[in-house]
């Protein structure tokens, strides 16, 4: 069996209109082949949840960078199972540290739904579903590289780490996309009893790990920000680079791997 994991933002959405159309041929072709195409955004579910109905899609997904799995059952999803109170330990977090530091950094909990839809450039509805968050927590971090040093090891310290998207710092558990990830293959597995081949896409930093992890990993173009460094596992073979950016680069990667017979 062979799975399709995706990042939304700057992959799959366009990073300016956030638009999926584009990758419309792409998509009807995965379905029409009874692959599943599994999100995994930085998004909140909320905001997830529309994206994939208009999709047409209703597999698991991996919410907010990793720290949350929607659509497995309770035993199967240690984030939704685990880690109900984070994004209020996190707040708590932010409210408690040196001043000096505080005021470094601004995520979703401090501004308001006005101030979230022009960070994003997201419609206003969108926007608040954004807000609607259970893990983690996007913002900017203004701050020297002293004072950023000090910021991320006083996370850690705490049980937390910080992970750069297209737009955002996002604050969160230690885990990864990549993470679950393994956890979607190992319920795929259980349910068929097949082998899984993996498929990932992505175009910032906060995809690296589940990039790296896929059995073929795409780095989607994206000159919003700078590309992805070049692994080892990029050297070998393994993970492939989108010449075209966001849903048009996904729509011709997936086209490729199907033609060569890898999807």
Known sequence: MKLVFTDLDGTLLDHDSYSFEAAGPALELLAARGVPVILASSKTEA???PIAEAIGISHPMIVENG???AGLNAEDSVGDRDLPSFYSRLRSFLREIPKDL???FEGFGDWDVERVANETGLPVASA???RQRRFSEPGHFTGSEAQKEAFLDLL???GFTAVQGGRFLTLMPKTSKAERMAEVVAHYR???GETIRTVALGDAPNDLAMLEAADCGIIIANPAHRPLPVTERERQGAIL????SGPEGWNTMIHQLVATGFL
């Open 102 to 104: 505080n005021a470094c």
């Open 128 to 130: 608040a579903l954004a």
């Open 190 to 192: 259980r349910l068929t």
């Open 241 to 244: 680079r989108s010449e075209q």
């Open 47 to 49: 905001e997830m949840r």
């Open 67 to 69: 720290a949350g799995l």
């Open 156 to 158: 850690s310290s705490q």
